[in-house]
């Protein structure tokens, strides 16, 4: 699924984000820092600004917007989602950002990265653990929202 997110305004693109629903046994052959416990993720294939919205804050928004399709899936299948991404290796400190805390971004890639927040656990997998040959180097990310609740 794609989804378009647009000013209000004049309808102008802003960005673009791109999620695939599906389950924790189809998607962990991909993204390695999944977790069992979760059986459906809502996974973030990809995010792309317009380059005159780069130098803001959109990758922000397009978060929120992320955070606002999985408590809709969530809601509508009335079971808990899970949030699970690849990110290449430049995109941890904007990950990171995201969590509004004081601690600067790690730059670790020999161990896992885990950090919670009242709004949400970000827990960060380097490719160099799962194996070294993996180009480009990158995160596998797993997003835990924990203010959603299951109605």
């Known amino acids: 699924m794609v989804y378009l997110l647009c000013k209000h305004d004049d309808d102008e693109i802003i960005g673009v984000l791109a999620v695939q629903l599906t389950t924790y046994d189809i998607l962990k052959a991909k993204v390695h820092a999944l977790t069992p416990d979760i059986s459906t993720y809502l996974y973030l294939s990809w995010i792309a600004l317009d380059t005159k919205y780069q130098k803001y804050n959109y990758f922000a928004f ?78 596998h990310v797993l997003i835990i929202f924990d203010t959603l609740k299951v109605r």
């Open 62 to 139: 397009l978060f929120e917007f992320y955070h606002v399709l999985v408590r809709r899936v969530q809601i509508q299948l009335g079971t808990r989602i899970g949030g699970a991404a690849i990110a290449i290796r430049r995109m941890r400190p904007y990950l990171w950002s995201l969590l509004n805390t004081d601690i600067r971004c790690p730059g670790d890639t020999d161990k896992s990265l885990y950090k919670e927040t009242k709004r949400f656990t970000l827990f960060i997998k380097p490719s160099e653990i799962i194996s070294p040959d993996i180009k480009p180097v990158q995160d």
